[in-house]
C-alpha cells in the first residue's frame, strides 16, 4: 500500500494569493503555485505516513472538499511527489 508524507511544517512557508497558495520549499529554493487540494494535502500530511484512506478521512475531518475524488487526490499527490514537496513509500 503507497503511504505518502510530507515532513515538518517548517520545510516550507506558505501564503494565499486565491485561488493559489504559494508555498516557498526551504530544501529547493522553489515556489510552488498550487490550487485545491494541494495545500490541504500539505497541511494534512506530516512527517507521519498516511494511505490515501487515512489522508482522505483526515481532509473530511478538517475540510470541506465534496467533490475531490480518490483519482483527484493520486493527481495531486504525484504532482507533489514530482515537486519535492511530499515522499511516497
Known amino acids: 500500500m503507497t503511504r505518502y508524507r510530507a515532513g515538518p511544517a517548517t520545510a516550507w512557508?506558505?501564503?494565499?494569493?486565491?485561488?493559489?497558495?504559494?508555498?516557498?520549499?526551504r530544501a529547493s529554493g522553489f515556489t510552488h503555485l498550487l490550487?485545491?487540494?494541494?495545500p490541504q494535502l500539505l497541511?494534512?500530511?506530516g512527517v507521519e505516513e498516511?494511505?490515501?484512506?487515512?489522508?482522505?478521512?483526515?481532509?473530511a475531518d478538517r475540510f470541506d472538499l465534496p467533490d475531490v475524488t480518490d483519482d483527484a487526490l493520486t493527481?495531486?499527490?504525484?504532482e507533489l511527489v514530482e515537486a519535492g514537496l511530499v515522499s511516497q513509500t
Open 43 to 45: 497541511d494534512v500530511l
Open 50 to 59: 498516511l494511505s490515501l484512506a487515512d489522508l482522505r478521512a483526515r481532509l
Open 75 to 78: 493527481a495531486r499527490l504525484e
Open 13 to 25: 512557508t506558505a501564503v494565499e494569493l486565491e485561488p493559489f497558495t504559494a508555498v516557498y520549499h
Open 35 to 38: 490550487v485545491e487540494p494541494a
